[in-house]
């Protein structure tokens, strides 16, 4: 039980989901939304499925301060100190920078899983299982750890990481030998016959000393205003003025280099839900093959996708393979085909 | 000025319209909704129109108990005892003669219009000066006379009378020969290229001298119904027992087989509005054919129209041929081709 105390999750919820446009808007994204109307929202899942690893307190979010009151709404039992508010967005490593130092701060023997809040995970208990595990091996030693999803396709929308054959004894993590970035389809396929490439989740897994001597080695500068607005609680200035750059340039990578990344291999029915398409393949379809959320009739219609969160009712006729989504009144119908568009109409309007 | 005190408007208005739900529905239906998009719902444009013809409080509304507070609150100006409340639907011969009956209790002189509250006509001036035609004629004679709309098309959603060719002397009025009821395709164009065939547009006009003897006359059960109801004031009751049958067959076919219908051939851009083509044709169209009301972006739609009355923003694309009708977050999507099914649509819900 010694650990458990230690363990820390922190959730980056910053994103504004403008690929799920009008369903997930700027003013109140995709991880505020029950996207799967299973009655929580991503943002709560993600909660839920670290409940039990750590005690409720360890928790702590960082979003951007347009959504402090979603989060202090949806998310009761967080302490109202966890969350932390960027004044502007600057990527993933300035925002898991600072949790990871306010964090050690409270607690120097700090434990720490690093995770999206808007991707799915349809097995739990076995996303418990390897992250405990990871957590484990990174309170014994200076690595870092990174989920690694098993590709059940030769997906060109994620970022790979291909791992050495060989398992850390007596565990099931192995060592990272590279990170890749999101593949053509032609070396997609290469990954996914070669056996030994893993989605990166963006789940990682470090204790505290460990990511903070990564930053103060691949990023001193990040280290240095990070440290210093931990301190002098001078987020409004010293945050926006860090460099916008994600946690796998600023560490993973180099990180990685040194041979301090490893990966524990997982098998959890893990989707970022990124676009529609992953979102309809988690959805239930009838023998249509239309998927549905809300209140929604379908005549003659055909693999479509609907997310209606506010409407009344929703009645289509005669669809082929389109997404309809609705939220507070802004309606969306575009073909499944023509998804990459959405940002597009979104930003024009 | 002495006919003109004598001139009463009745506007008839308890359709419910469920050819374009969700956009008109049971509770709202569409006389009661802005359809075109001009700022007024089309029951205000049908009393603007017959502004001046008489004193704004000869106008009288027959609609269903459920839309008196709709009513009241569109038309201020018409006087609360001019509104007739029908406590069930029994078709257009019991409510016209409700509405007469009435009116020659306060006035035994009145020369009478009766309209739907549902068409529009794109030249009010014109319609005037015919409606104002046909009033000097019923003045003077105890015969009928209805509005016979110049066709422009084998329309076959209408039902047609045929005029002699002869005006009567000194007027644009025909006699009609005989009433039609909405033709095949085929007999549509042979009556478009005969020429004196013209849509029954359901604007009767007639003194209550006349209306009231034809009601003795041809249905003299109804006659007395109305009679009773309107000197005992029991609605409730008297109503419903009444038959349920159309002005045409109660009263306009038997007149006219005794020579008592005429008609005023008219061309003023009128349309019954009774569907979506009809709306379609009267909305301006963007260079790809798409018609819009409220709100709405159209990429890559071709043809389409789209009626969103409530909601914040309609994003379409891909769309070819499609109707999308929006109405207090209730939404309908359907290929204009299947616009038919509609009605079902919305009863099984």
Known sequence: MQSYTHHHIVIMAGGIGSRFWPLSTPEYPKQFIDILGCGKSLIQLTVDRFRGLCPDENFWIVTNQAYIDI??????SVPESHILAEPAARNTAPCIAWACWAISQEDPDANIVVTPSDAIVMNPEEFRRVATNALAFTAQSSNIVTIGIRPSRPEIGYGYVAMLPEAVAGTEIHPVSQFKEKPSLDVARQYLSAGNYLWNAGIFVWNARTIISSFQQFKPQIARQIAEMVATGDTLTL????EKISIDYAVMEPASQKGMVFTHPADFGWS??????SLYDKLEKDSHGNASVGPV???DCQDCIVHAEDAQQVVLQGLNNYIVSEKGGRFLICQRTEEQQIKQFSSNI
């Open 71 to 76: 989060v202090k709404q949806q998310l009761p």
């Open 272 to 277: 970022d839900l990124g676009n529609w398409a």
């Open 239 to 242: 945050f926006p003025a860090c």
């Open 297 to 299: 009739r379908f005549f």
